[in-house]
C-alpha cells in the first residue's frame, strides 16, 4: 500500500504507526506524529493502524520565532 | 518579579531561535540576551538526515524554558494538531498560539485565535496567543482562559516597531494585571525600551537579533534595552507637555539689564 510520509509517497505494510516509524530509521529519534492530520500520542502508536492512502506527518524539534 | 502562569521569569526578553548564521551563534545570542526562554517550533524531520535531534540536543544543553510555537498554521485544526504534538515533544504545557490569516502580513486570524485557545485550554495548555492589540479580541482571548496576551509590534520580521502606540497603551490600560508581551515587528534595541516604557511586562522577538550583522551583539544591545525600558517605567516617567518648562531655578536670578 501507498502511505503518504511528510508529503512523500512510501510503499509499504507496516504493522502500524510504531512499526512504520521503525521501518523509515526514526528508532529512539524524538518526533511527534500525526495521522490524517490528528495527533498520534507515542504510546498509541503501537496500536494505531495505518491504511492504504493515509497521511502521515512525522515532526521534530527546530528553529522557531 | 515577572510571572507567567505561576512560573516566575527574571528576563523580560524572550528570544526565538530561528535565523541564525550558525547554531552556535544562536546559542551565543541566547546566552548574550540573558534570557530565560527561547522559542521554539516543530516541522518535518527525516529519518536519516536528523537536523531536528542535532537542534533539540544545542537547546537542551542552553538549560532554558522552552515555548513552542504553531507558526505557519493557518486554521484551528492545523494549530491544535501542532499544539499538541509540541507539548509531547517539548514536554510543556506552554504553547505560543499562531492562527495566521494573511501571507504578506502574518497577521493573526483573531477569530481562529480565539476558538483554538479556547481548545487548547481546556485541554489544559498554557496559551501565550500571538494576537493584535485589539481589545474586544483581548477580552475574548481572556475569556477563553490565556492568563498571558502577545501583541504585535509590526508584522513578523518587518523591523518596523510599533506600529501602533496609542493601541498597545489602551491595552496596557485596559488589561493592568494580565502579562502582556510585544510580540514581533521590533527592529532596533529602541522599539524594545519602548515597548517595556509603555508599561508591557516582556519583549519577544527574532529576526532583530538573528538577521544583525552581529546577532551576539545585538542580542546584549536589546537585553540593555528591555531593562533600561522597564526601569525607566517602574520609575514614572514625565508626561510630554508642549511649552517649555525651565530646568534652572528662576528664583534667585541675577538682574543685569
Not at chain 1, 512499526?19 to 504510546?43: K, Q, R, S, W
Not at chain 2, 505561576?6 to 552556535?24: I, K, N, Q
Request: charged share 20%; glycine share 10%; aromatic share 6%.
Amino acid at each position: 500500500m501507498s502511505i503518504i510520509v511528510n508529503g512523500e509517497p512510501h510503499e509499504c505494510a507496516p504493522s502500524s504507526l510504531a512499526a512504520l516509524l521503525t521501518d523509515l530509521g526514526y528508532g529512539d529519534a524524538i518526533v511527534a506524529t500525526a495521522l490524517n492530520g490528528d495527533f498520534v500520542p507515542a504510546d498509541a502508536r503501537g496500536e494505531t493502524a495505518v491504511a492504504d492512502g493515509d497521511r502521515v506527518e512525522i515532526l521534530a524539534p527546530m528553529q522557531g520565532g | 518579579m515577572l510571572k507567567l502562569y505561576d512560573h516566575a521569569v527574571e528576563s523580560r526578553l524572550l528570544l526565538g531561535t530561528a535565523l541564525y548564521p550558525s547554531p552556535a551563534i544562536m546559542a551565543d545570542a541566547v546566552r548574550a540576551a540573558r534570557c530565560d526562554i527561547v522559542t521554539v517550533s516543530l516541522r518535518r524531520e527525516s529519518g536519516t538526515a536528523r537536523a531536528g535531534q542535532d537542534f533539540w540536543g544545542f537547546i537542551r544543553d542552553l538549560g532554558i524554558r522552552v515555548l513552542p510555537n504553531t507558526a505557519g498554521c493557518h486554521t484551528v485544526k492545523e494549530a491544535v494538531t501542532t499544539a499538541q504534538m509540541a507539548r509531547e515533544v517539548f514536554g510543556t504545557p506552554w504553547v505560543k498560539l499562531e492562527v495566521i490569516n494573511d501571507a504578506d502580513t502574518l497577521q493573526p486570524d483573531v477569530f481562529g485565535l480565539v476558538e483554538a485557545a479556547r481548545i487548547l485550554t481546556k485541554d489544559g495548555f498554557q496559551v501565550f496567543p500571538y494576537c493584535t492589540e485589539d481589545l474586544g479580541v483581548a477580552e475574548r482571548l481572556v475569556e477563553a482562559g490565556c492568563e498571558v496576551l502577545m501583541p504585535w509590534g509590526a508584522p513578523i520580521g518587518s523591523a518596523r516597531g510599533l506600529n501602533n502606540v496609542y493601541g498597545l497603551r489602551s491595552l496596557r490600560a485596559h488589561f493592568p494585571d494580565i502579562p502582556l508581551i510585544v510580540d514581533a515587528g521590533l527592529g532596533v534595541p529602541s522599539h524594545a525600551a519602548a515597548a517595556m516604557e509603555l508599561g508591557y511586562d516582556a519583549v519577544l522577538l527574532n529576526t532583530a537579533v538573528a538577521k544583525a550583522g552581529d546577532p551576539v551583539k545585538m542580542a546584549n544591545a536589546f537585553a540593555r534595552a528591555v531593562e533600561a525600558g522597564r526601569l525607566a517605567f517602574e520609575a514614572d516617567p514625565l508626561e510630554p507637555r508642549d511649552m517649555a518648562a525651565p530646568s534652572t531655578p528662576v528664583l534667585g536670578k541675577a538682574f543685569l539689564e
